[in-house]
């Protein structure tokens, strides 16, 4: 069992940063990649980006420039900082955990069973 606390969301005008942080938890061995997906009530979740081990990243197209994932492992962290934010952003923000990770004319992830409560982010236009 992998257990994941999600923190740093929050309300933010256009044009503002934050950043999302990850800690995980329990059997951390069994982690290779780690992932932030996001939702709102209109659509359904969003792969947003994803890191492996190793260190290596994938952006969805509409964040590529303005967001960056990032890891810590020796805190067992990933984070997501998120720069000139757009209301489009607003979603509830989720991490996930040791989804399995594959090379197809780029890097894909697939999501684990574990995942975090989430965390609001809004964007005030």
């Known amino acids: 069992q992998v257990q994941l606390v999600e923190s740093g969301g929050g309300l933010v005008q256009a044009g503002g940063s934050l950043r999302l942080s990850c800690v995980a938890s329990?059997?951390?061995?069994?982690?290779?990649?780690m992932g932030w997906y996001r939702q709102t009530p209109v659509k359904q979740r969003e792969l947003v980006a994803t890191?492996?081990?190793?260190?290596?990243?994938k952006y969805v197209d509409s964040v590529k420039g303005r967001f960056t994932i990032s890891r810590d492992n020796a805190k067992n962290t990933v984070y997501l900082q998120m720069n000139s934010l757009k209301p489009e952003d607003t979603a509830v923000y989720y991490c996930?955990?040791?989804?399995?990770?594959?090379?197809?004319?780029?890097?894909?992830?697939?999501?684990?069973?574990?995942w975090g409560q989430g965390t609001q982010v809004t964007v005030s236009s």
């Open positions: 890191i492996t081990s190793g260190g290596s990243t």
């Open positions: 329990g059997s951390i061995f069994s982690i290779n990649a």
């Open positions: 996930n955990a040791g989804g399995r990770t594959y090379y197809s004319g780029g890097l894909h992830y697939t999501s684990s069973p574990y």
